[in-house]
């Protein structure tokens, strides 16, 4: 599984950016994915999550600003940034878990396991955002 990102680049604060991510080798369309940043100096950290279900969280910093979705036709993951804030600027990583894991959080008891790094076997290189005051 090969993951690509694209759609990074700088706004000012308030502005809004589209991140996509373009998969291919998959076997099946059952993967749990997710969005994850890394801000210099900071731990990389879970931004957005989508499951085999289709339900999508969000980490609370990011909650009603930012939106995850899934285009199975086209095998892309996307996340809608809108609002944003200096805080938001990081490298923007997407990651997939799967596909031998059936069941909803993809072998996880709950579906906050899946904003933990350690949960994906594959990443995408990353796309920065930069987000000036």
């Known amino acids: 599984v090969q993951l690509v990102e694209s759609g990074g680049g700088s706004v000012q604060a308030g502005g809004s950016l589209r991140l996509s991510c373009a998969a291919s080798?998959?076997?099946?369309?059952?993967?749990?994915m997710g969005w994850f940043r890394q801000a210099p100096g900071k731990e990389r950290e879970g931004v957005a999550t989508i499951d085999r279900d289709g339900s999508t969280r969000y980490a609370d910093s990011v909650k009603g600003r930012f939106t995850i979705s899934q285009d199975n036709a086209r095998n892309t993951l996307n996340l809608q940034m809108n609002s944003l804030k200096p805080e938001d600027t990081a490298m923007y990583y997407c990651?997939?878990?799967?596909?031998?894991?059936?069941?909803?959080?993809?072998?996880?008891?709950?579906?906050?396991?899946?904003?933990?790094?350690?949960?994906?076997?594959?990443w995408g290189q990353g796309t920065q955002v930069t987000v000036s005051s």
């Open positions: 080798g998959y076997t099946d369309s059952g993967y749990c």
């Open positions: 990651a997939a878990r799967g596909p031998a894991w059936r069941s909803t959080w993809c072998g996880f008891a709950s579906p906050e396991s899946l904003f933990l790094n350690w949960a994906y076997n594959y």
